[in-house]
């Protein structure tokens, strides 16, 4: 099945920088989504993101589905980013498989 | 905005117990689906559930577990006997039917089993 990796791991950020988070998958997709998890452990979706570029605020994720990788940027970060990043594909049917997320860090 | 709702959003069980996770999904979506995060790890499939059936499965959906659409609105998980090992985070999720349709969230049961 697809395999999907997530980096990096971990990222700590001073409130203000801007970020990217990056997400490589095994084979060629038709869906990816990201997701923020925040510290109560609720999956917000950011992106529903098959190809291109899509902007909502200071987030923005952009997929090369040819190059099988999506990049999630998040500029001028504030404390309320903090929490876990995740993406997904399609795992070959309905279902989406999960990355192991990118663990942000945003200080004040 | 439309939204997937689970209820409860906690909850504590003891060991052998049954339990009924409850979740809402969005009301013109078709595909239902229960996932599970055990606590640091990532978020994995347990099964989707299509035209009143299960259309799959994941190996960790074994006998315990059960899915059901009572009625109209509601998608259920049951977990038949709890263990100290199904203790995560279960998230319920829907779309609409076609293969690469947008998967929406719910919030999440926290279920502890102690």
């Known amino acids: 099945g697809i395999q999907v990796e997530q980096s990096p791991p971990d990222l700590i950020l001073q409130e203000g920088a801007n970020s990217t988070l990056r997400c490589n998958f095994s084979?060629?997709?038709?869906?990816l989504q990201w997701f923020h998890q925040n510290p109560w452990g609720q999956l917000i979706n950011l992106f529903y993101?098959?190809?291109g570029t899509k902007q909502n605020g200071r987030l923005s994720a952009t997929t090369v589905a040819t190059e099988r990788y999506s990049l999630l940027y998040i500029s001028s970060s504030q404390t309320t980013d903090s929490g876990v990043y995740f993406c997904?594909?399609?795992?070959?049917?309905?279902?989406?498989?999960f990355g192991k997320g990118t663990k942000l860090t945003v200080n004040p | 905005e439309p939204e997937v709702t689970q209820t409860p959003s906690h909850q504590v069980t003891q060991m052998g117990q049954e339990v009924i996770l409850r979740c809402v999904p969005i009301?013109?979506?078709?595909?239902f689906y229960w996932y599970r995060q055990i606590l640091g790890q990532k978020v994995e499939f347990l099964v989707s559930?299509?035209?009143?059936?299960?259309?799959?499965k994941s190996e960790i959906f074994d006998d315990q577990f059960s899915v059901e659409r009572p009625d109209g609105s509601n998608f259920t998980l049951k977990i038949r006997s709890t263990k100290l090992e199904d203790s995560a985070m279960y998230f319920c999720?829907?779309?609409?039917?076609?293969?690469?349709?947008?998967?929406?969230f719910g919030q999440g049961t926290r279920l502890t089993v102690v």
């Open positions: 999720a829907s779309s609409l039917p076609g293969l690469y349709t947008e998967a929406f």
């Open positions: 084979d060629s997709v038709n869906n």
């Open positions: 993101i098959p190809s």
């Open positions: 997904a594909a399609p795992g070959g049917s309905e279902k989406l498989v």
């Open positions: 009301s013109n979506h078709l595909y």
């Open positions: 559930f299509y035209n009143n059936e299960i259309s799959e």
